[in-house]
């Protein structure tokens, strides 16, 4: 069982930056691929990055390459989502999700654990 929890959120202004985290419980985070995903309001949620439990494997969408990136921190069992030049339409509640596989999927399916979120607003 892994429980997550995201941090990091905020109101940032276009172009500037944000970190989310997400701290995991459970010993096992270090076999777990990490996910990103995210909803802006009246949309479905869509993958942002991925990262196998290595971390040797990263995975982004199209609309945030070069823009963000996904790490982790095995020993404190923490993934992150550094996110530069923050557009408008990055808004969304982001969501972190836990992979037994270890790989680190693009599709939600393929994930076992989800947080709560933590809300991202960016103004124009």
């Known amino acids: 069982q892994v429980q997550l929890v995201e941090s990091g959120g905020g109101l940032v202004q276009a172009g500037g930056s944000l970190r989310l985290s997400c701290a995991a419980s459970g010993r096992t985070f270090s076999t777990y691929g990490m996910g990103w995903f995210r909803q802006a309001p009246g949309k479905e949620r869509d993958f942002v990055a991925a990262?196998?439990?290595?971390?040797?494997?990263?995975y982004y969408a199209d609309s945030v390459k070069g823009r963000f990136t996904i790490s982790r921190d095995n020993a404190e069992k923490t993934v992150y989502l550094q996110m530069n030049s923050l557009k408008p339409e990055d808004t969304a509640v982001y969501y972190c999700a836990a992979d037994s596989y270890g790989l680190g999927h693009t599709k939600q399916v393929e994930y076992d654990y989800w947080g709560q979120g933590t809300q991202v607003t960016v103004s124009s």
């Open positions: 990262i196998s439990w290595t971390g040797r494997s990263t």
